[in-house]
Structure formats: C-alpha cells, structure tokens
C-alpha cells in the first residue's frame, strides 16, 4: 500500500514526487534488501532514489537492546529529569548507554556546557560536544510496537547496505534519518547520489513518525531529464 506526495520546496526543482511504501513489519536478522526489492516491485524503476529509514535498517541489524537491560545510574537519572520532554536524553537509559560508550566526565562536562550556553544564548552545546555518541541513539518512544521498548542504534556501513540494494534492484538507494522536526539526514547512500538534494526532499518526512509502517519512501522524478538527486555525492 502507498500513496505520493508532491515534494514542494524551494530547494527541489518542481517535478520531484515521494511515494510512501508500506512494508510488513521489519525483524531482527530480517534480508531488508530482499524486503525492499519485493515492496517497491512496480513502483520504484532505475532513475529513482529508495530512501529508507535507518531504524528498519538497524532492527534488520539486531542494532538494538531492551531498555529494561539497561540500569540508569544516579547521573543518567539526573539528567534525564532535565531533558526536554521530546529529546532522546529524557530517557534514563538511553542517557546510560550515552554514559557507557563516552564515560562520565565528557557527559557531565556536556551537561554543564549546555547549561552555560543557555546563559550565553547558544543552544545545543549537549548534542555538539557528544556528537555522534548521542546522534546514533534513538529512544524507545521513537519505534512502533513491538518494538517500542528498545533503545535502538545508529545502523552499521549505511554505505555499503545502500550499495547491495542498488546492486540487488539497480535503483539508487539512500539510509537516512527524517523526523517531524524539519530533519534530515543521509547516514549512508550508493554510488552517485546527491546526499543534500535526498536530504531536503525528505524534510517533510513523508515516512512519516507514527505507525504508518513505510519504512521506504521512493523519490521519483517527473520533471524533464534525469533525476537530479542521482548526480555529484556528499
């Protein structure tokens, strides 16, 4: 099942159209390229670009682990109660994994940045000193069930995975991470794709964030030559 949606952007030459793709339910150890090749049959062709989310890669992956695995130690704790109420370090254990892969003083360091960047006017300071040791986690409340209990992570070799889909299907492939917050990013892609131009078709995260289970969202081109988003890489 899937619908289209019209891209309309000032960065996007008119033309440019994002179709949804619903899948079943992606598993741990699933083949997601075999998945991917079978629900996009008749609706994607080479000349398009396949987006497809990085937490149905990462769960493909077996990238993630039961939060009631992890125990939240008294700092994961206190940072956690002055998170934002969206923000994945609202959540005690992502917080702990966080702590884990960097160590204490770097996340309390961050913390007390944060706090003085605030009274400075400069937001952000957490997120941009832990970089990717937070960017790669994304919290329970952020995954359908069943798999709404699991603290999920950023997916292995982005690049290599995008690759072996356009190998398997011939049709240019992305991994990327879009939310409803005008986000988006492309953590990995085949051959010859234009990373920027995927990743502001995608702002308005037609993936959607709920329970649409569209996993894949095919970017077609219906505006004169070739698709523009298959041209110079990142």
Same mark, same amino acid.
């Given at each position: 099942m899937? %619908?289209?949606?019209?891209v309309?952007?000032?960065q996007?030459p008119a033309?440019?159209v994002?179709?949804?793709?619903?899948t079943r339910?992606? /598993?741990?150890?699933?083949d997601?390229?075999a998945? #991917?090749? &079978?629900?996009v049959a008749? #609706?994607? @062709?080479p %000349?398009?670009v396949l987006?497809?989310?990085?937490?149905a890669?990462?769960?493909a /992956?077996r990238? &993630?682990?039961?939060?009631e695995?992890?125990?939240p130690?008294?700092?994961? =704790?206190? =940072?956690?109660?002055?998170?934002g109420?969206?923000?994945t370090?609202?959540q005690?254990?992502?917080? @702990? #994994?966080?702590i884990d892969?960097?160590?204490?003083?770097k996340?309390?360091y961050?913390a007390?940045? /944060?706090v003085? %960047?605030?009274?400075?006017g400069r937001r952000g300071?957490?997120?941009?000193?832990l970089?990717?040791?937070?960017a790669?986690?994304?919290?329970?409340?952020g995954?359908?069930?069943?798999f709404?209990?699991?603290?999920v992570?950023?997916? @292995? +070799?982005?690049?290599?995975?995008? @690759?072996?889909v356009?190998?398997r299907?011939?049709i240019?492939c992305t991994v990327?991470?879009? +939310?409803?917050l005008s986000?988006a990013?492309?953590l990995?892609?085949? +051959?010859?794709?234009?990373h920027?131009g995927?990743?502001?078709a =995608? =702002?308005?995260?037609p993936?959607?964030?709920?329970?649409? /289970?569209?996993?894949?969202?095919v970017?077609?081109?219906?505006?004169?030559?070739? +698709?523009?988003l298959?041209?110079?890489?990142?």
């Open positions: 899937s %619908g289209s949606l019209r309309d952007r000032p996007i033309g440019m994002a179709i949804p793709v619903r339910l992606v /598993q741990p150890g699933e997601l390229a998945l #991917i090749q &079978a629900s008749g #609706i994607a @062709q %000349g398009d987006a497809v989310s990085e937490t890669v990462a769960i /992956q990238q &993630a682990v039961p939060a695995y992890v125990r130690s008294r700092l994961a =704790l206190l =940072l956690s109660r002055h998170a109420a969206m923000a370090v609202s005690p254990e992502s917080v @702990q #994994i966080v892969n960097v160590g204490a003083a996340v309390v961050a007390v940045m /944060q003085l %960047g605030r009274l400075a300071m957490f997120y941009e000193i970089g990717e040791a937070i790669a986690i994304d919290g329970y409340t995954t359908m069930p069943p709404d209990n699991l603290i992570f950023a997916p @292995q +070799n982005p690049d290599a995975f995008a @690759q072996s356009f190998e299907t011939g240019a990327v991470d879009a +939310n409803d986000a990013k492309v990995g892609a085949s +051959n010859g794709v234009n920027d995927v990743a502001e =995608l =702002l308005s995260n993936h959607g964030n709920g329970d649409e /289970q569209t996993p894949i969202v970017l077609k081109w219906r505006g004169d030559g070739v +698709n523009p298959i041209g110079p890489g990142p």
